[in-house]
Structure formats: structure tokens, C-alpha cells
């Protein structure tokens, strides 16, 4: 069983504001492979903007429903996911990433995170809304950093373009990923 078979997709991690939905399309468009954006997916299956799903239903709600869809994607071959920040928080969703993908943590400097959540015109964060980012963003990474550390890969994304890290991924994959059969 060769490589891609054994660990058939690959999977972008790393906190809000890294770039996952951007890099994730580009590379999955330079690879041939689909892009599947987990907040994206929840959005069209719940018909609610995911802040509106956190203000409605909860969190608890929110990731139940995010660790189901992630688990039921991660059983596909051939794709690009790239999860939420917070996908990771569950260990059974570690798991089956370890399983079935090879993952990607796109890094980011706190300053680079929050310069880029300020720069967004909507307020799309749930867990920012209302909050003062300067202390929420470092608390949350900390807390999470454990989790994005295990990845196979870590890209740093301070200051490079969208291009600029699809590609430094691609010439970063241990073997050439397939798309779907
Ligand atoms: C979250 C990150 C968001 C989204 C939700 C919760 C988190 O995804 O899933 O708002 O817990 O960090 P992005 O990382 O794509 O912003």
C-alpha cells in the first residue's frame, strides 16, 4: 500500500486568522484535489453564518456538529480539509487526523493573528466577538498550540502571500497526494 494510500489527505490546522480557507483553495487548485472548508460545510448544512450558529446553539452544539462532519469527511481520500481552530480540541478528532491525513500547521505569530482578525470587516469570530483580541487571541493559543504542534508539517506564515505557502507546502509533501478516484 503505498504512501497516499495510507494517509490519503491532507488536512490544514492552525489557529483563526492562518490562512487555512485561502491556502487550502490554492493548493487544492495547483493539486487537482477538491478543497473541503469545514466552517464552510457547516455554513451551507445549517444554512447559518457560524457566529450566528455559536449565538443561537451554543458551542457545545457547534462542536458536535464540527467533529461529526470532520470525522465523516476524514473517511474520503484525495481531499484537502482544512479544519477550524478549535477542531482539534477534541481527541477523537486528533485521532482520526493522525489517521487519515497528513497534516499541515500554517503558523502564525500572535501579532501577524491579530493584525489579520482587525483587518476583517465583519465581525465573523465568535469567540473574539465582544472580547478584547490583545488577551483572548495569546490565552487561546496557548491553549492550543499543544494540539497544532503535533502536526507533520509547520509552515510559518508571517509575512509570505497565499502563493507564497501553497507552495512552500507542496515542495514540503513527503509524496505526491492524489485527488479522488
Ligand atoms: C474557531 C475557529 C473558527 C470557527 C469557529 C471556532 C475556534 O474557524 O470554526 O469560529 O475555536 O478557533 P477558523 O479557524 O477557520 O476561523
Do not use: H
Not at 18 to 36: C, H, I, Q, T
Not at 55 to 79: D, H, S, T, W
Not at 126 to 134: S, V
Request: proline share 8%.
Amino acid at each position: 500500500m503505498s504512501a497516499a494510500e495510507r494517509v490519503p489527505n491532507i488536512a490544514l490546522i492552525g489557529f483563526m486568522g492562518a490562512g487555512k480557507s485561502s491556502v487550502g483553495r490554492d493548493l487544492g487548485a495547483r493539486k487537482g484535489m477538491p478543497f473541503l472548508d469545514l466552517d464552510g460545510i457547516i455554513e451551507e448544512n445549517e444554512a447559518l453564518p457560524i457566529a450566528e450558529i455559536f449565538a443561537a446553539r451554543g458551542e457545545p452544539y457547534f462542536r458536535e456538529i464540527e467533529g461529526l462532519l470532520f470525522r465523516r469527511l476524514c473517511e474520503g481520500v484525495g481531499q484537502i480539509i482544512g479544519c477550524g481552530g478549535g477542531t482539534l480540541i477534541d481527541p477523537r478528532n486528533r485521532a482520526v487526523l493522525e489517521a487519515r491525513c497528513f497534516s499541515v500547521w500554517l503558523r502564525a505569530s500572535v501579532p501577524e493573528i491579530l493584525r489579520r482578525i482587525e483587518s476583517e470587516a465583519a465581525p465573523v469570530r465568535p469567540l473574539i466577538r465582544g472580547a478584547d483580541p490583545r488577551i483572548v487571541v495569546p490565552a487561546l493559543l496557548r491553549a492550543r498550540e499543544g494540539a497544532y504542534r503535533g502536526a507533520d508539517l509547520v509552515i510559518d506564515t508571517d509575512g509570505r502571500s497565499v502563493e507564497e505557502i501553497s507552495l512552500a507546502i507542496r515542495a514540503a509533501l513527503p509524496f505526491p497526494f492524489r485527488g479522488p478516484p
